[in-house]
């Protein structure tokens, strides 16, 4: 157990369906993160939430929309997908976003979309 | 891009010594060295931080040189449970994970 947990821990959907992923961190840090693991390919980050304001997004596609109501909580809404969107999807929360803050990683969701 | 560099995979025994190199010939002024590992299905797991010498904690050790532009984990006595991904990355102000280096330990 890391102090953060992510649900659902499989989710199979639609590319027509719209679905949300959850993360929730125990830990009292200030920055949460999403990131993407496709088969075979390194970890992708995909957004950064600092004291719940968005300071990173790589470039991701409009389809995924990222909402921090608060410092403990991450949710990523899905709508619209594609069957390459279908990987791991990790939530991590830090102290700050410092180069010497370590990250906690939840779990993840294997997503797979049909 | 990744700004390291890592073998892509390595196989030892049960109780070796692992060493598991890192190049990152553009280190800036400002990045820390992280070591962290990833079992399959699972998120990756801090390991080990550090700027310059060497770093120890009760899973590994890490050795930077002088010029900082490679690293060295070390896994003391690895047994069947380190088989994992073991991913080296610099911290500044973009975290950036490569592909990470397959660790394989066989009886």
């Known amino acids: 157990e890391t102090g953060v947990t992510q649900t659902p821990r499989h989710l199979v959907m639609g590319m027509t369906n719209k679905k949300s992923l959850k993360c929730e961190q125990h830990?009292?840090?200030?920055?949460m993160y999403w990131y993407k693991q496709s088969a075979k390919k390194p970890l992708e980050l995909m957004f950064v939430?600092?004291?719940?304001?968005?300071?990173e997004n790589n470039s991701v596609p409009s389809r995924f929309s990222p909402e921090c109501p608060n410092s403990s909580h991450l949710f990523l809404h899905l709508h619209t997908l594609q069957p390459e969107d279908s990987a791991l999807y990790l939530c991590?929360?830090?102290?700050?976003?410092?180069?010497?803050?370590?990250?906690?990683f939840g779990p993840g969701t294997r997503l797979t979309v049909t | 891009l990744a700004k390291t560099t890592q073998p892509i995979s390595m196989d030892s025994y049960e109780g070796q010594e692992v060493n598991i190199t890192c190049s990152h010939n553009?280190?800036?002024?400002?990045?820390?060295i992280t070591w962290y590992q990833q079992f399959p299905s699972q998120g990756p797991r801090f390991i080990i931080q550090g700027y310059k010498t060497k770093v120890t904690n009760e899973v590994a050790s890490l050795f930077i040189p002088a010029d900082r532009k490679s690293s060295t984990l070390s896994l003391p006595r690895v047994s069947l449970s380190d088989t994992a991904v073991y991913y080296c990355?610099?911290?500044?102000?973009?975290?950036?994970f490569g592909k990470g280096t397959r660790l394989h330990i066989l009886p």
């Open positions: 830990l009292g840090h200030n920055a």
């Open positions: 553009n280190i800036a002024t400002n990045d820390y």
């Open positions: 939430y600092n004291f719940k304001e968005q300071t």
């Open positions: 991590a929360s830090s102290t700050g976003t410092s180069g010497f803050d370590e990250q906690y």
């Open positions: 990355l610099l911290r500044d102000d973009k975290i950036i």
